[in-house]
C-alpha cells in the first residue's frame, strides 16, 4: 500500500506540477518576463517546495495527526479507504458503482461532475464557503455577461481578480496560521504542557450564531474587494 500511494504521489505531483508551471507562464508573460527568469523561478520553487513540504507534514501530523479532530483531511482520507479497500479486496464496489452511475447522471445533466463529487465528500464547514465564493463569482459573471460597453467590462474584470486576489491571500493566510499552530504545539514545556496550552482559547466560543456573524462578514468583505468595489 506504501509503495503504490508513492507512485500515485509522483503521479499526482508531476500533473499538478505542469499544471502550476502552464499558470505561471502565463502569468510571466502577462507581466514582461523572459523565460531564463521564468525557468529559474520555477527551478527554485519547485526545490524549495520539495525540501520543506515534507518537514511540514511531519510537523502536522506529530501535533495532531492526520484524521483527528483538528486536522480531518478528507482527501488523505479518502485515499486511504480506496487503496485499502482495494489492497485487502474489500473495497464496496456497489457504492463505488453507484457513485460512477450518478457522475454518468450528472455529466449528461450537464453538470460537472469534479465540484458536484466534491461538494458530496468534503465536510460541510469547507463546502459552504466554496459554495459562497461560487455564488460571488457566479453574479459577477452574470454581470459581466450583460454589460456591453468595453470600459464597464474592464471594471468588471478588474473585480474578478480583486476576488480572486483576495481568496488567495484567505487561503495562504489559514495555512499560514495552521502551520503556526502546529509549531505552537509540538514545542514543549517543563511542566509536560506545550506552547499551544497556554495560548489555547478553546474555552472561548462565540457559538453558531457568532459564528454565522463572522462569515457573513467575512463574505461581505469579499462582496467589498469584487461585487461591490466602486469603480
Same mark, same amino acid.
Given at each position: 500500500? +506504501?509503495? &503504490?500511494?508513492? $507512485?500515485?504521489?509522483?503521479?499526482?505531483?508531476?500533473?499538478?506540477?505542469?499544471?502550476?508551471? =502552464?499558470? @505561471? !507562464?502565463? &502569468?510571466?508573460?502577462? $507581466?514582461?518576463?523572459?523565460?531564463?527568469?521564468?525557468?529559474?523561478?520555477?527551478?527554485?520553487?519547485? $526545490?524549495?517546495?520539495?525540501? #520543506?513540504?515534507?518537514? #511540514? !507534514?511531519?510537523?502536522?501530523?506529530?501535533?495532531?495527526? *492526520?484524521?483527528?479532530?483538528?486536522? %480531518?483531511? %478528507?482527501?488523505?482520507?479518502?485515499?486511504?479507504?480506496?487503496?485499502?479497500?482495494?489492497?485487502?479486496?474489500?473495497?464496496?464496489?456497489?457504492?463505488?458503482?453507484?457513485?460512477?452511475?450518478?457522475?454518468?447522471?450528472?455529466?449528461?445533466?450537464?453538470? %460537472?461532475?469534479? %465540484? *458536484?463529487?466534491?461538494?458530496? /465528500?468534503?465536510?460541510?464547514?469547507?463546502?459552504?464557503?466554496?459554495?459562497?465564493?461560487?455564488?460571488?463569482?457566479? !453574479?459577477?459573471?452574470?454581470?459581466?455577461?450583460?454589460?456591453?460597453?468595453?470600459?464597464?467590462?474592464?471594471?468588471?474584470?478588474?473585480?474578478?481578480?480583486?476576488? +480572486?486576489? /483576495?481568496? =488567495?491571500?484567505?487561503?495562504?493566510?489559514?495555512?499560514?496560521?495552521? +502551520?503556526?499552530?502546529? $509549531?505552537?504545539?509540538?514545542?514543549?514545556?517543563?511542566?509536560?504542557?506545550?506552547? =499551544?496550552?497556554?495560548?489555547?482559547?478553546?474555552?472561548?466560543?462565540?457559538?453558531? /450564531?457568532?459564528?454565522?456573524?463572522? *462569515?457573513? +462578514?467575512? &463574505? /461581505? =468583505?469579499?462582496?467589498? #474587494?469584487?461585487?461591490?468595489?466602486? @469603480?
Amino acid at each position: 500500500m +506504501i509503495a &503504490t500511494l508513492s $507512485v500515485g504521489a509522483v503521479i499526482c505531483i508531476v500533473a499538478a506540477m505542469a499544471g502550476d508551471t =502552464s499558470q @505561471d !507562464l502565463k &502569468t510571466g508573460f502577462l $507581466v514582461g518576463a523572459t523565460p531564463k527568469k521564468q525557468q529559474i523561478g520555477e527551478l527554485i520553487g519547485a $526545490v524549495a517546495s520539495a525540501l #520543506v513540504i515534507g518537514w #511540514v !507534514l511531519v510537523l502536522l501530523n506529530n501535533a495532531w495527526g *492526520f484524521g483527528s479532530k483538528e486536522l %480531518p483531511a %478528507p482527501q488523505a482520507t479518502l485515499m486511504k479507504l480506496v487503496i485499502e479497500g482495494v489492497m485487502n479486496g474489500n473495497l464496496p464496489w456497489a457504492f463505488v458503482f453507484t457513485g460512477a452511475g450518478i457522475g454518468l447522471a450528472v455529466e449528461l445533466l450537464g453538470i %460537472p461532475v469534479l %465540484p *458536484f463529487a466534491v461538494g458530496l /465528500y468534503l465536510p460541510i464547514h469547507l463546502s459552504t464557503p466554496i459554495m459562497v465564493g461560487g455564488i460571488v463569482r457566479g !453574479l459577477i459573471d452574470r454581470k459581466l455577461d450583460k454589460e456591453k460597453k468595453e470600459n464597464i467590462k474592464e471594471s468588471l474584470k478588474e473585480k474578478i481578480e480583486g476576488g +480572486i486576489l /483576495y481568496s =488567495s491571500g484567505l487561503i495562504a493566510g489559514e495555512g499560514l496560521i495552521g +502551520i503556526l499552530l502546529a $509549531v505552537f504545539a509540538i514545542i514543549p514545556l517543563s511542566n509536560g504542557s506545550s506552547v =499551544s496550552d497556554i495560548i489555547n482559547l478553546s474555552s472561548f466560543s462565540i457559538g453558531k /450564531y457568532g459564528a454565522l456573524i463572522a *462569515f457573513i +462578514i467575512l &463574505t /461581505y =468583505s469579499l462582496l467589498r #474587494v469584487s461585487l461591490l468595489k466602486k @469603480d
